[in-house]
């Protein structure tokens, strides 16, 4: 009896330890709420310094943690957020090694969301990549990776991304993690398409659609892998098929409340331009824009539609000078309006160029307002690629314009006929070699 009264007093003191905890928990979120961030941290913190062990008790710790660098992360405390997690590495061993990566990678999720801060998010992931090697905890440590591996591709340091994703695809095949092969596949698929080489892009999304068929694949993820081939579609100019690709991602995102809806939205936009459908654009902005919000990222497309509605070059230009972070800085968009940019230059100056038979460049350049390098380049570009007949003369600066011919049937027959009688001869000779 006297034993179980001993453990009886042990119980209750343990939960009204967890009571306490629980409640300076609250008390921090509601000084969080508040805007009270120095309360919070001392809340927080007074919780995660605890001694002990239990179920209960490493979950209230967990939160707190986790609270606690949610508030770093709202104060753009990064430098703070990476002492925590060094100073949590001890408590790593009181809980599974399944909720030490969740901690982790919410705190490097964290860092983040704080503008400016990839150089100290990327020495977080190396150092965390460090310690998992010595305490042997290969499962967080290939998640890290994964994530540096995509850190990488997001600062277009598209040689240490290969390299990484090449080690840890030799390893991850081997445990057989179809989670992780998605996302490595996924991060591969993505650094082949920015170094152009597409055959090998296409390659490992089809790994990654091969591995998420064989699993529970989460919407999120599923998103991507529908936006990734979207990008690959029209990079093939099979703009349809990657406006169908984009629409399954934004609604996927949307479901997800993930502003990465937009930039699918912006993809669908840039499909219909892209098929000469600039019509439906504001349409589609319109009816769009009470799910994902309006942005300058849609009213950037708006812009382009009515542009390329007016095949106005000069309206072109303008807009991407008004709009370069929307319009520049996602190479998707960027690739695929370089494209629309010189189809617009070719179109304006075929115009241009029609009534003469001879033009100094100098006066085309004048007459499109572009440098003269330029239009000479895209001139040269045109006669190469037999959209127009006609020569550059560097002596005089001019362009000559040659007429088109009539395709001459008599001449094409003639040496269709040439072709089959040395055709004949080369048999003949033949059979007389066998003979003699």
Aim: net charge negative; with cysteine; charged share 30%.
């Amino acid at each position: 009896m006297a034993s179980e009264d001993i453990a009886m007093e042990i119980d209750e003191k343990a939960k009204a330890r967890t009571d306490d905890m629980h409640e300076r928990l609250e008390q921090g979120k509601a000084f969080h709420l508040a805007n009270k961030p120095d309360q919070a941290e001392a809340a927080y913190n007074s919780v995660y310094a605890e001694e002990g062990d239990g179920e209960e008790f490493n979950k209230l710790k967990e939160q707190a943690i986790c609270k606690l660098g949610e508030l770093f992360a709202n104060s753009k405390r990064v430098n703070d957020i990476q002492k925590l997690m060094i100073s949590i590495r001890p408590f790593f061993a009181n809980i599974p090694k399944a909720k030490t990566a969740k901690i982790v990678r919410t705190l490097i999720e964290l860092v983040a969301k704080v503008d400016g801060s990839t150089e100290l998010q990327l020495q977080l992931c190396l150092d965390t990549i460090e310690w998992c090697k010595q305490e042997k905890r290969t499962f967080l440590r290939h998640r890290i990776q994964a994530k540096l591996a995509a850190m990488y591709f997001e600062t277009r340091d598209f040689t240490r991304a290969m390299a990484l994703t090449e080690e840890l695809l030799r390893e991850v095949k081997k445990l057989d993690d179809k989670p992780l092969l998605v996302e490595i596949h996924l991060v591969e698929s993505r650094i082949h398409h920015q170094v152009r080489n597409l055959p090998k892009s296409k390659a490992a999304l089809t790994s990654a659609r091969t591995a998420a068929n064989a699993i529970y694949c989460p919407p999120a993820l599923q998103a991507q892998i529908d936006t990734q081939s979207g990008v690959l579609h029209a990079e093939e100019k099979d703009y349809k098929t990657a406006y169908s690709y984009f629409f399954e991602a934004m609604e996927a995102f949307l479901t997800q409340e993930n502003p990465l809806a937009v930039k699918s939205l912006k993809h669908m936009l840039l499909c219909k331009i892209m098929t000469n459908a600039s019509d439906e654009v504001p349409g589609l902005i319109d009816n769009k824009a009470s799910k994902v919000g309006s942005s300058t990222e849609l009213e950037s497309m708006r812009a382009i539609a009515e542009a390329y509605k007016e095949r106005s070059l000069a309206k072109l230009i303008l807009t991407m000078a008004k709009y370069p972070k929307e319009l520049k800085e996602d190479p998707v968009t960027k690739f695929h309006l370089d494209t629309l940019y010189d189809k617009l230059l070719e179109n304006n100056l075929s115009r241009l160029i029609e009534p003469f038979s001879q033009v100094q460049i100098v006066h085309i350049a004048k007459l499109i307002d572009l440098p003269i390098t330029t239009v000479e380049a895209t001139l040269s570009q045109m006669i190469l690629d037999k959209k127009f007949n006609g020569i550059l003369d560097q002596g005089s600066g001019a362009l000559i314009a040659y007429e088109d011919l009539p395709d001459n049937t008599t001449l094409e027959t003639g040496l269709e006929a040439i072709d089959q009688v040395g055709k004949v001869v080369d048999s003949l000779y033949l059979r007389a070699g066998k003979l003699s």
